[in-house]
């Protein structure tokens, strides 16, 4: 057993630190030190320099278009690109869908969907929840009929991130009715110029609009979009969730947060000090440190488990609630430590053309937006509340 | 030992809430925080019609002669409602200001056009390296002739943007943190020298940022004894923490009825939500939330005007600690309980999750206040 990195490893880690360290534009690393939200020309822009280095699918199998990199090595590159301050890319296209079709997909669709997924061309929604049903995902209703080589969906999904910048999505919909609920599922990927589908924005707590409602008017899909078998899509459903849950630590992410506290704790008085040497801030900021370290290890030793073809299952369900929480808390943390200027509506950070310098200082940039926003992360991705069932039910027998 | 409501109480209560019902909720802050003042002076017309602008002020200076418990029913029956007008600001800071400072020519002046609703306060005493030390001012005031030159920038100055008459502190002697030498002026909106800078917060409603740049005011702005302008913040501070956490309680008390009613009607797994035991408990522990919280509300209240300092100081800071941590849990399981629609702006409960959340913020926030608590016990 060895803790450590090998020679190897550390090599590797310098080889990424470095290359990001030049690659990533200093505009784009500049707006995630503010804590602003980064705009999808700029994440596109990102993805195409990680696209042209070959990095952009670490976890992809190599004849695809991934690395062939070991667990490790996607763990170490995962967290240095966030340590550096480099934007996560959206997920739907490259850890979502992607995996499903060149696991699931004909040859035919590999060749048709890949390729514009790796040089991030075209982007994805995911159509899963409906408004009748969240964490009861198999319980639901949008509808493919068959007729002829087409399917004609009608129904609708809500809290799809990005549709309204979204090419593609990809659905659960239900062709078969008459048995358990998870038997007549199937994984449709819908263009969505198509005629019949309609987005509606909805604008969350923060004042953002990133998530909407998709309406399906007798929308034809071709058959040949189907992934693998009908009534199978609760199979490729499961798989993406586990994928989805897969490095939801997101610890590179969490160290940058950590320092961006730790930079507003030393810019920031309290009983004429700096609030960096208060100790109730100190404890406070300890504890979390030692709640990332315990999620950090718990990751690589899950990881370890992989190495040895211990396939990833439901410690990615652990891992999503200890990580949403931990999130949460640190976020609450950053908002605490800003004070009065958590107070102001931050979101004209991201406004176009607005050049009114921001009333909240740099260095608290967007805690209160974050902290709005993270809100969502104990719901999405299957609820804290049905993980927890989850592990209850699968990890301890009950 | 008696803590039930006066009939005079239980009927402003019922006013209250009845007013509150009828015009306000989360529905009428969408509509208001697009606008430029971000409420509406017709209900504040309305406010100063049933008196409740009258409230705090004694029957000599034109009041009613309310009793904090009386600002705590008015406040709590606001808290229901997210109502937006600025009673905070001018009512309960700029009143106990004028309270605690004014003389009887200034109350003379100023309290019957704030009673009939003419006349808007707030109080700028926040600072951009104060955080929630009402002593950290750096702004300055020197004497010129007979009158002062104000220098300096206040922070997050609630309804700064629509206020008429803005009390801000201002250092006379001393040094930046000294406890001494920090006066108060009145100051007129419309000074030349003074400038703002308004934004929308968070929660709705509004505030700004004021930079003053030798602004002259006569010697009559000065608000109680020169010098001596800390102890009148601190009351302001009091008065407004106590209305707040009153309103946390109504705000908690919103948000625990739509959880429950919701849970019992949103259907998953073929059954109502509220029928997971998982749920079920973490009600329980959020009715149980709003219940201490609503408890140390009044006891903030009963406490405010005790004689024995230490008494009120714990009274107050301890009601500010609970409020923030009980309106936490129950602002957050709300969102949590109501899954992705609480993450919408289109439903009620962010906007309450928000207000409760700020409401921690304002005047101290849980950590500033136990050790406020801790220093005076």
């Not at chain 1, 008017?217 to 693998?228: A, S």
């Not at chain 2, 000074?191 to 509004?206: C, F, H, K, M, Q």
């Amino acid at each position: 057993m060895d803790l450590s990195f090998s020679p190897e490893e550390t090599a590797f880690r310098d080889e990424v630190r470095a290359w990001v360290a030049d690659a990533l534009p200093a505009d784009i690393k500049a707006a995630m030190e503010r804590g602003e939200k980064v705009k999808k020309d700029d994440l596109r822009r990102w993805h195409k320099i990680l696209h042209e280095k070959g990095w952009i699918a670490p976890a992809w199998p190599k004849e695809y278009g991934g690395t062939g990199w070991t667990a490790t090595q996607r763990y170490i590159f995962a967290n240095e690109m966030a340590l550096a301050g480099a934007p996560d890319l959206p997920a739907f296209g490259l850890k979502m869908v992607g995996p499903v079709i060149y696991t699931y997909g004909s040859e035919e669709q590999k060749r048709e969907y890949l390729p514009g997924i790796l040089n991030g061309d075209v982007w994805w929604c995911q159509g899963y929840s409906e408004p009748g049903s969240g964490s009861d995902l198999a319980s639901l209703k949008t509808k493919a009929v068959s007729d002829g080589d087409e399917y004609v969906v009608n129904g609708s999904k809500i809290w799809t991130t990005g549709a309204h910048e979204a090419d593609w999505i990809f659905c659960l919909v239900r062709t078969d009715d008459t048995g358990k609920k998870q038997e007549g599922i199937s994984f449709l990927l819908i263009d969505m110029k198509t005629p019949g589908i309609e987005v509606s924005p909805i604008i969350i707590i923060n004042g953002d609009h990133t998530v909407n409602q998709v309406f399906f008017n007798d929308v034809r899909v071709p058959k040949r979009n189907l992934i693998g078998k009908e009534n199978e899509g609760w199979t490729y459903a499961k798989f993406l969730l586990v994928n989805e849950r897969n490095g939801i630590a997101q610890i590179g992410a969490k160290k940058h947060t950590m320092a961006r506290i730790r930079k507003l704790a030393a810019s920031t008085q309290l009983n004429g000090h700096r609030l960096a040497d208060d100790p109730g801030y100190q404890r406070r900021l300890a504890e979390t440190e030692v709640a990332l370290m315990a999620l950090e290890y718990s990751e690589l030793r899950f990881l370890s488990g992989q190495k040895t073809d211990h396939a990833p299952g439901t410690e990615a369900n652990m891992m999503k609630v200890a990580a949403t929480q931990l999130q949460q808390s640190m976020s609450e943390l950053f908002i605490e430590i800003a004070g009065y200027y958590s107070y102001p509506f931050d979101g004209f950070r991201d406004t176009e053309g607005s050049n009114e310098p921001p009333v909240v200082p740099e260095d608290a940039g967007g805690a209160m937006h974050q902290f709005l926003y993270g809100r969502a992360s104990t719901i999405y991705g299957g609820s804290n509340e049905i993980q927890r069932d989850v592990i209850a039910k699968v990890l301890l027998s009950l | 030992m008696d803590l039930s409501y006066s009939d005079e109480q239980t009927m402003l209560r019922d006013s209250a809430e009845r007013f509150v019902e009828a015009n306000c909720g989360a529905e009428n802050l969408r509509k208001m925080r697009n606008t430029e003042e971000g409420f509406s002076r017709n209900y504040w017309k309305q406010m100063a019609e049933l008196g409740w602008l009258a409230l705090p002020f004694t029957e000599e200076q034109g009041g009613l002669g309310g009793t904090a418990v009386d600002t705590m029913v008015l406040m709590e029956a606001f808290g229901k409602g997210l109502v937006l007008e600025p009673y905070l600001t001018t009512v309960v800071m700029g009143g106990a200001a004028l309270r605690a400072g004014g003389s009887d020519a200034q109350i003379e002046e100023l309290v019957p056009a704030l009673v009939e609703g003419e006349l808007m306060f707030t109080v700028a005493y926040a600072e951009p390296q104060a955080r929630f030390d009402l002593f950290d001012v750096a702004t300055t005031a020197r004497r010129d002739g007979t009158g002062w030159v104000i220098d300096g920038s206040k922070a997050v100055v609630l309804h700064g943007d629509s206020a008429d008459k803005i009390i801000v502190s201002a250092r006379t002697s001393g040094d930046r943190r000294d406890a001494t030498g920090i006066s108060l002026f009145i100051v007129d909106a419309g000074a030349p020298g003074l400038e703002r800078r308004p934004y929308p917060t968070v929660d709705g409603s509004r505030a700004a940022e004021i930079m003053l740049g030798s602004v002259r005011v006569d010697a009559d702005a000065l608000l109680g004894r020169e010098g001596e302008g800390l102890p009148v913040l601190e009351r302001v501070a009091d008065e407004a923490i106590t209305a707040l956490c009153a309103e946390a309680v109504g705000a908690m008390k919103v948000l625990l009825d739509t959880t429950v009613e919701y849970t019992k009607t949103r259907e998953q797994f073929g059954q109502p939500i509220a029928k997971f035991q998982v749920l079920r408990h973490r009600m329980a522990d959020m009715m149980m939330e709003y219940e201490q919280a609503k408890s140390m509300a009044l006891v903030a209240a009963l406490k405010l005007d005790s004689e024995d300092p230490v008494e009120r100081r714990k009274a107050v800071s301890g009601a500010k600690v609970q409020i923030g941590k009980s309106g936490r849990f129950v602002g957050q399981q709300a969102v949590q309980l109501h899954g992705g629609m609480g993450m919408t702006d289109e439903l009620s409960v962010g906007h309450y999750f928000k207000r409760l959340t700020m409401i921690d913020i304002l005047f101290g926030n849980v950590d500033h206040h136990l050790k406020q608590f801790s220093a005076a016990a």
